[in-house]
């Protein structure tokens, strides 16, 4: 049996660095990610808990232009809708907001749940059968925290209609789609989100 490490002091400042800094980006630089490195974190991704062991993350990577180019068309679209929700200045301040990175970000990927999969054989989601699109969002987590360790920012749109994602990248019916990702090295660093910087509301972590 191999001994389990030690994590000392240094290491558990280093991590609540880690999770202090993450942010949800959306001004990545155009530069591409090393293959290696994307398999790297896609790697640790498989490492998060999952319900039962059921590892139910379906991950696709978007590349094709055309395909692209809808995800990007669905989100103008919603966001659109979204924006004819409120009105006065919260309307003009939602109009300024940068939502996503679709354009820039190098790597993207539509993560789903695979709510058929055998894995598992059921165990643990016989009364909270959400626990299999729990243990999706855990996986993005991971790959998230793992993303910025290595220098990566990642950002999670969710102003998508995910019928037409799902369409779009030909997922199985019986995938749902939890997640539209956007991956590259971020153009600027804040400790602070974004949101808060732009005013659309304040941070009460920060007291």
Known sequence: MTAPPVFDGDFRDK???LIAWRRDVRRFRREPVP?????KLLDLMQLSPSVGHSQPWRWLEVTDPEQR???QASFSRCNAEALADFE????????????????????????????????????????????LDYSVVAAITQFWLAAR??????????ILDPAEIAAIVGAPPEWKLIGY???????EEHEVPELVRAGWESDSRLG
């Open 15 to 17: 991590l609540g660095e």
């Open 35 to 39: 293959e290696e490195l994307r398999a």
């Open 69 to 71: 180019s809808a995800v």
């Open 88 to 131: 006065g200045e919260r309307a003009a301040l939602y109009a300024r907001l940068k939502l996503e990175g679709l354009c820039e970000a190098p790597v993207q990927f539509a993560v789903f749940c695979d709510h058929v999969t055998a894995q598992g054989h059921g165990l643990g989601r016989r009364t909270m059968p959400e626990m």
């Open 149 to 158: 360790a290595h220098g990566l920012g990642l950002g999670w749109v969710s």
């Open 181 to 187: 990702l956007c991956l590259g090295y971020p153009e």
